[in-house]
C-alpha cells in the first residue's frame, strides 16, 4: 500500500501556480527522502562508488614473489 501511495503522490502535477504547490512539493520531498532512505538500508553498496583500486591485488603478487613479504604481510 506505501508503494502504491508513493506511486499516487509522484504522479502529481507540479505546479509553480497552484495553491497546493507548497504540500504536494513537500509530500513529494517527504517521500523521495523514504524511498531513498529504504533503498539505502537494502541494499547500501548500490549508491556507493565502487572501490577499483588493485592493493589486494599488488599485495598477492608481492607475496608471491618475495618469501620475506609473506611473513610481514601474511
Known amino acids: 500500500m506505501a508503494l502504491a501511495h508513493a506511486k499516487e ?5 507540479l505546479e509553480p ?11 513529494k520531498t517527504s ?3 523514504s524511498i531513498l532512505t529504504a533503498t539505502t ?4 553498496g548500490a549508491l556507493r562508488r565502487k572501490n577499483s583500486d588493485r592493493i589486494g591485488q ?3 603478487e608481492i607475496n608471491r614473489r618475495d618469501p ?6 601474511g
Open 9 to 13: 503522490v509522484m504522479a502529481l502535477p
Open 17 to 27: 501556480w497552484d495553491k497546493n504547490f507548497p504540500k504536494v512539493l513537500s509530500t
Open 31 to 33: 517521500v523521495m527522502a
Open 41 to 44: 538500508r537494502v541494499n547500501d
Open 58 to 60: 599488488l599485495l598477492d
Open 68 to 73: 620475506v613479504a609473506e611473513e610481514l604481510f
